[in-house]
């Protein structure tokens, strides 16, 4: 007998893809289903161009003899080329991010009112996203759902042998791809004053992007090379977490931000920007507005302020509330029983 067949179409190079991949991986054959990936990728050289022609002659051969339902990171790109792909018309399941409806979605606009009409389901990584997708396309109302972007709470865990239990600076961190979205020049700028200002604080940036070299200069700019780090690519995150204190998303725009998930599975007090799905994810009294940065200094020393036990139990609430509502293991598996319902009705 043939195994029914789900098509992956993203990018499993990418942490949070390959994270949800390998546990659909996992429950594919648990339930007796083959799951196989195909990565969308252009480029402009030669050899580029004839990968992607060649992978997309791969997407087509796949998606029209051997798959039965196919499941598309991204309402943009990846899902267009799916859609118009797929001869047979086989249900197409795509996640909906935050790029494609946000700084994208002028460059994008007509494909993603495609591929969201030729969706048999969209899944919104967030209810703010959600909500964003509905106001800029209402009648995919019905049609879209929320299952919520997640960490595995197993292998992001706090570390016994790593934790700081001392009060002596606060070792703040903030992880992300370094753009000016992200908020990290400001950030710097906010911890420079409270230094100034006396307090112990030492602030540890992680993650590479066009402004890794302005961040070193900034720092080198104002003498902070004692205080602040740009560390680059962080090689085991898990460790580096559990050096911290303290974690802050200090950005404009998010759709649900795993960073801060990882932080709060680490068992860390976590302060974000109320944009997109954070609000969702830890308590609005950590929350501030972007620009508000009187509320963030107050925020930070109200934690500077704690003892470490104090943080601790802070901390261990965010990591309840990642494994009861932002698991991997349990999201991952409502993602596969929505595309399990749809190759049972395959005839």
């Not at 996992?26 to 161009?49: A, I």
């Not at 700081?164 to 950030?187: A, C, T, V």
């Not at 960073?259 to 920007?273: D, H, N, Q």
């Not at 609005?284 to 620009?291: L, S």
Request: proline content about 3%; some cysteine; hydrophobic content about 40%.
């Amino acid at each position: 007998m043939v195994r029914k067949a789900i098509l992956y179409v993203g990018n499993i190079e990418s942490p949070f893809q390959r994270e949800l991949y390998k546990f659909l991986k996992f429950y594919s054959k648990k339930y007796g289903l083959r799951l196989t990936n195909v990565k969308l990728k252009s480029g402009t050289r030669l050899y580029e161009k004839l990968a992607f022609y060649k992978t997309l002659l791969e997407l087509s051969y796949t998606l029209n003899v051997k798959a039965n339902v196919v499941f598309v990171e991204y309402l943009a790109d990846n899902a267009f080329l799916t859609t118009m792909l797929n001869i047979r018309k086989i249900p197409i399941i795509i996640r909906c991010h935050r790029g494609e409806l946000y700084e994208h979605w002028n460059r994008c606009k007509e494909r993603v009112l495609i591929s969201a009409d030729k969706a048999s389901l969209i899944i919104c990584v967030s209810q703010a996203i959600r909500r964003r997708l509905i106001a800029l396309i209402p009648w995919v109302k019905d049609k879209s759902i929320v299952v919520y972007n997640s960490v595995d709470p197993l292998k992001f865990k706090p570390l016994k042998t790593i934790r700081r239990k001392h009060n002596e600076n606060l070792i703040i961190g903030s992880l992300g791809y370094l753009i000016p979205r992200k908020g990290f020049i400001e950030l710097i700028n906010i911890i420079k004053d409270l230094i100034a200002k006396g307090y112990k604080i030492k602030l540890k940036i992680g993650g590479q992007g066009p402004l890794f070299y302005t961040l070193r200069h900034i720092v080198k700019k104002f003498s902070l090379e004692r205080n602040v780090f740009i560390e680059g690519y962080i090689n085991d995150l898990v460790k580096w977490y559990n050096t911290l204190d303290l974690f802050i998303l200090n950005s404009k725009s998010e759709g649900m931000p795993t960073v801060v998930l990882e932080a709060m599975s680490i068992g860390l007090p976590v302060i974000a920007t109320d944009s997109g799905g954070t609000i969702e994810a830890i308590e609005k009294n950590w929350t501030y507005r972007f620009g508000d940065w009187e509320r963030l200094k107050d925020l930070i020393l109200k934690i500077y302020s704690m003892t470490p036990e104090e943080r601790e139990r802070i901390g261990m609430l965010n990591r309840k509330r990642v494994t009861e509502k932002f698991n991997i293991r349990k999201n991952s598996l409502k993602i596969m029983k929505i595309l399990m319902s749809f190759v049972e009705n395959q005839s």
